[in-house]
């Protein structure tokens, strides 16, 4: 907790920024309202006598139930049954290898219809370690049954092979595997992406996920609750991911260490699925354990369509303690970027316009969903122009790639986003994958190979993130990168029409 | 903090007390025998004699040159992306993944390297960090290049969350806390002595002393060599 305290200073203070940090005392206030309605009654605690249900967050509620407890506190450790495991080629050969040398060469799976395995980093490439990954993953999804597997066996076209999707986190959402209230592990740091669905998701290493192999259990800690509170008009400017850069900026890389983020207010109500999902996914970049949004109508609806299976939403409960508070007004933060080289380094877009850029990234799990692309596309349409660096576009997956074809981008004339790429001058859309987000093999898509400035819309940029150890990335929003591709710097999306 | 955060450290039956009573140094030598191999031999120690044997208590004395990093080293700074199609349970990869620990460090900041030129190992068994060590990715092989390379311990003032925990889940490094800036007290290169019984680390030329955090309950599963052969040693994985 030291590390949070004395973080609460805004450089934005003074600009009219409207921000109030305070450690919550939501439980102390919650005591007193119950001492006025009830009479004064034994010194035993509430809990203790079985009449008062324990408050807690839907983070603390979801834990409870998969531990088969009443309630859980923050701190406590206990043993979470598992809804799912998503692995993918970086780490899947490796979580099966423990399993094998811990469990024996024997052992089955604990659930092979709960384990979806998603090929999705080093697809493209003529690597033959990276290819060998995907075929170890093909024939441990044979050994042991495994019901999800989203295969890619033709790599000269990824339209020949209708199971291949792309980016895991992305993919376990439009394939029907995010449901509020229930609990995901994934061998990626960026599972936290499906908190958006009010479930609870948390990235882990592969000695963990082959122990979930074997038992579908895992021993956690009780992660206490972040709670930020959105609020304000949303301009037109903005996005999601301005909003969670303005979050990182102000808690630091590790102000979220091993605490669950929530995410709520009317500006998280009126967002869709994919903005929420842009949020919770890049909560690991503060160091939290997992981010969460209230399940909602817009939850519902998007989870019905893709899935039938049943599911059982949870909600905080209005007493439940909180171990910070933060409010933003949304309508005072100005389009951000986050310069080299740390997800925490903000700054505002106008502020670096005399940066000039190399390159700019449209993609990944964090930015590379529909409406990244259908956002980039109306800033280029109602600008006009041809951008000035080259500017790559990775589809996260087969979905997003189709979509990016097939639908016309709103008030842009009937335009399909690939149109309105092609007329401004990008490349053409690439097979749907990891690609250079996290730089790869050598020969990986758009990879950083000499050492650039690039505007990307993923979620890191540390040193050596996108191949080349001294390019520098600066982080944004789909419509301050497309600014920024018109200008040839890093641009505001403001001086584009946005 | 993050101690108590290796979760389900409480529920865990422990050894401390035995293996506390040990305070042998232990010299590392500079070629180790790779994890795996270790692991193995582990194993047959145990069998044999027990969780009381000492071996294990000697690995939490570490005497060697440090390796001195700042704050936030990422674990695309400790093994970055392209490296990462090898697979760490394949012991001849696992060699290999060692090979890169830390060459993701920037030149200009980091003239002297983790792993010198050719090599496929560390001449520095202690790393020292500042906050929030090994943020970013859940990749395990952070800290499995690291242990590979031949370092057994980090001493940092923070650790991000799920390096930490896969630190302690491998058993390749002991990720030791301290309240000390260490990464502006010490050199890359200078000898230090780190003793998680004592929970001092002493820079050997001085005689100079710095507290350590306890590394707690983690230790021991550090010392097995990770959860598995933990559960194993204590009797929470039955062995046929």
């Known amino acids: 907790m030291a590390n949070l305290v004395g973080s609460s200073s805004s450089s934005f203070a003074g600009s009219g920024l409207y921000f109030d940090r305070h450690a919550s005392k939501r439980c102390v206030q919650h005591v007193c309202r119950n001492a006025i309605a009830a009479p004064p009654a034994s010194s035993r605690a509430p809990s203790s006598t079985g009449v008062v249900k324990k408050a807690m967050t839907m983070t603390e509620k979801i834990l409870a139930k998969h531990s088969n407890n009443t309630a859980v506190v923050p701190g406590q450790n206990i043993w979470t049954s598992v809804d799912k495991l998503m692995t993918h ?21 604990w659930d092979p219809t709960k384990i979806v395995i998603i090929p999705d980093h080093y697809i493209f490439t003529s690597d033959p370690r990276a290819n060998r990954n995907v075929d170890i993953l093909r024939d441990m999804v044979n050994k042991y049954g495994i019901k999800y597997f989203y295969d890619i066996t033709d790599r000269s076209d990824f339209r020949a092979n209708p199971d291949y999707k792309g980016v895991c986190h992305v993919a376990l959402a439009q394939e029907g595997h995010c449901k509020p209230g229930e609990v995901l592990f994934g061998t990626d740091s960026h599972t936290c992406n499906a908190g958006a669905f009010g479930q609870f998701a948390t ?13 579908g259990k895992l021993l ?3 992660p206490p609750t972040m709670r930020f509170v959105l609020e304000g008009e949303m301009p037109s400017y903005l996005m999601a991911k301005d909003l969670i850069l303005q979050i990182i900026g102000e ?63 949870v909600q905080s409960d209005s007493g439940a303690g909180y171990i910070e508070e933060y409010r933003f007004d949304v309508s005072k933060i100005q389009p951000l970027v986050a310069a080299p080289h740390s997800p925490d380094n903000r700054r505002n877009a106008m502020d670096c316009r005399d940066v000039k850029i190399d390159r700019v990234y449209i993609g990944s799990c964090t930015g590379g969903k529909t409406e990244d692309f259908m956002a980039a596309a109306k800033l280029l349409h109602k600008a006009g122009g041809q951008v000035k660096v080259p500017t790559f576009l990775v589809p996260a997956t087969q979905k997003v790639w189709a979509d990016l074809y097939g639908l016309p981008v709103a008030g842009c004339d009937g335009k399909t986003a690939a149109q309105i790429f092609e007329a401004a001058g990008c490349s053409t859309p690439a097979p749907p994958s990891c690609a250079a987000c996290l730089g790869g093999p050598k020969d990986t898509f758009a990879r950083m190979n000499e050492p650039q400035v690039c505007v990307s819309t993923t979620n890191r940029n540390f040193p050596g993130r996108m191949g080349h150890k001294d390019g520098q990335v600066y982080l944004a929003s789909p419509y301050t990168a497309a600014a920024s591709a018109l200008a040839g710097t890093v641009a505001d999306p403001r001086d584009y029409g946005a | 903090m993050a101690v108590g955060a290796l979760a389900g450290s409480a529920a865990l039956p ?39 044997n000492g071996k294990a208590a000697n690995t939490r004395v570490i005497r060697g040159p440090c390796y001195v990093t700042r704050d936030n080293i990422d674990t695309d700074q400790i093994i970055p992306a392209e490296y990462l199609t090898l697979v760490p349970s394949k012991p001849e990869e696992y060699e290999k993944l060692g090979s890169y620990a830390l060459i993701g460090l920037p030149t200009e900041l980091y003239q002297s390297r983790f792993i010198e ?49 896969n630190c302690v889940s491998t058993g390749e490094l002991y990720p030791c806390e301290t309240d000390v800036r260490l990464c502006d007290e010490l050199q890359t290169g200078e000898e230090v002595e780190v003793d998680m019984n004592k929970d001092v680390l002493t820079v050997l030329s001085t005689g100079k002393q710095y507290p350590l955090k306890p590394i707690g309950e983690a230790g021991p599963v550090v010392d097995a060599g990770g959860i598995f052969e933990y559960a194993r040693r204590t009797g929470m994985i039955k062995i046929a």
Do not use: W
């Not at chain 2, 520095?124 to 242990?147: D, K, L, T, W």
């Open chain 2, 117 to 165: 030129n050719g090599q496929m190992k560390t001449r520095y068994p202690i790393v020292i960090g500042g906050q929030n060590f090994g943020c970013g990715s859940s990749r395990e092989h952070a800290p499995v290049a690291m242990g590979a390379a031949g370092a057994k311990v980090v001493v940092a003032q923070t650790y991000a969350r799920i390096f930490f925990r």
């Open chain 1, 220 to 222: 956690i800690k009780v």
């Open chain 2, 14 to 52: 422990h050894t401390r007390s035995v293996l506390r009573t040990r305070s042998n140094v232990a010299q590392v030598p500079l070629q180790q025998a790779p994890r795996h191999a270790l692991r193995v031999e582990r194993t047959r120690i145990v069998s044999a004699a027990g969780s009381s």
């Open chain 1, 251 to 313: 808690i630091t890389v590790a102000g979220g260490t091993y605490k669950a983020m929530e995410f709520t207010g009317p500006v998280i109500e009126a967002m869709t699925m994919e903005e929420r999902m842009t949020i919770c996914n890049m909560v690991v970049e503060a160091g939290g354990k997992n981010g969460v949004c209230p399940a909602d109508e817009t939850t519902f609806d998007y989870v019905r369509q893709r899935t039938d299976e049943p599911f059982e939403a």
């Open chain 1, 89 to 109: 080629d970086v780490c899947g050969p490796g979580t099966f290898g423990i399993f094998q040398r811990e469990f024996g060469e024997n052992a089955q799976v």
């Open chain 1, 203 to 215: 990235g882990i290493g592969n000695t963990d996920a082959g122990f979930i192999l074997g038992t």
